[in-house]
């Protein structure tokens, strides 16, 4: 395994990040340990989770799984970066969401015992808080971080003119601010190429994607579905997707067997290589699917499949950062 660093920090992350939003959900527990066990073996260091995952059996559970398995030893925790998240809502009262100081500090202390650890490697933000001033936001960063509670923030959903309100309002006070960006990012929605990457790689912040294959939508979906061997394409995102891109999804399933590769290894391959993108957030649910992603590291895309990839799924105006992509 070849390790990049988080954005402009010293921090050493495998170019894969582990998401684990299925893990003891649409995996059974002892499922979830051998994925972990398997990705840390192959030098997957980088664990990606949140405060509100694992809802459908209660929030917090995906933390509470990740703490048992901690809890195995064989230094697992030292071994790996964990990121988690605060920021959506975790009961119904008014001050247990968002980005207050107040739920800031609140969210970490619980995620901090639902894991069964000392720290956070890195704190995401898991979605814009237009209520919360920085100055509130950065206060409450600040504490943890001197508190040795976490070692950095990020950000997750931001736009990219957050990111450039957040970095000025973390120098004013001298702190290092966000170090990344976690952001939906693949071949069907390109949206973030035209500000939101450019500003991360402008002020030194690791590109994070999450749903690098859309749910699925980009894994051989059109087959699956067929077979009936669709799990997460039949629901969510991919499901809603599928509706308005099966011309497309069909094209490029019929791109990739012409060229003999796996679509969903060829989607994760399109994303790892895209410009200023640092590890995609991969939600493997069985060993062949981590294979597959591992598997992604090493492939290469000529050119001529890319300009066939942009046919089927254009990028937005005339591609690239705007301006220019929507002028001149």
């Known amino acids: 395994m070849e390790y990049t660093t988080l954005g402009r920090t010293a921090l050493r992350i495998s170019p894969l990040c582990f998401g684990t939003l299925n893990l003891g959900v649409r995996t059974t ?6 994925l972990l066990d398997l990705a840390l073996e192959r030098g997957i260091n980088f664990l990606d989770t949140a405060n509100q995952y694992g809802w459908q059996k209660h929030k917090g559970y995906t933390e509470e ?21 605060v920021g959506n809502p975790m009961t119904d009262l008014p001050n247990d969401s968002g980005l207050s100081a107040r739920n800031i500090i609140a969210s970490c202390e619980q995620s901090l015992r639902r894991l069964g650890t000392d720290w956070i490697d890195v704190y995401y ?3 814009i808080d237009r209520s919360a001033p920085w100055e509130e936001v950065w206060q409450a960063m600040e504490t943890l971080v001197w ?36 952001c939906v990012y693949n071949l069907v929605t390109r949206t973030v190429e035209l500000e939101l990457i450019p500003a991360a790689q402008k002020y030194g912040l690791a590109v994070l994607p999450w749903s690098p294959l859309h749910g699925g939508l980009l894994s051989g979906a059109t087959k699956k579905l067929a077979e009936g061997t669709a799990v997460k394409t039949a629901q969510g995102r991919a499901q809603v997707a599928m509706a308005k891109h099966a011309d497309a999804v069909a094209a490029y399933e019929k791109l990739c067997q012409s060229h003999d590769l796996d679509p969903a290894e060829v989607g994760l391959a399109w994303v790892l290589n895209r410009p200023g993108v640092t590890a995609p ?3 493997p649910r069985t060993q062949a699917q981590l294979t597959g992603a591992l598997n992604a590291l ?12 942009d046919l089927i799924f254009p990028p937005v105006g005339n591609g690239g950062p705007g301006p220019e992509a929507w002028a001149w």
């Open 281 to 283: 957030v991969i939600g």
């Open 298 to 309: 090493e492939l290469k895309l000529p050119q001529a499949l890319l300009d066939e990839l």
């Open 65 to 85: 799984l990740l703490g048992e398995w901690f809890a195995l030893g064989g230094n697992r925790r030292e071994k790996v970066v964990l990121g988690t998240k």
């Open 29 to 34: 527990t002892e499922e979830a340990f051998a």
């Open 125 to 127: 933000m898991h979605h």
């Open 147 to 182: 508190q040795g509670k976490i070692r950095y923030v990020a950000s997750s959903n931001f736009a990219g003119w957050h990111l450039v309100e957040a970095q000025a309002s973390a120098r004013e006070r001298n702190f290092l601010g966000l170090v990344a960006e976690s």
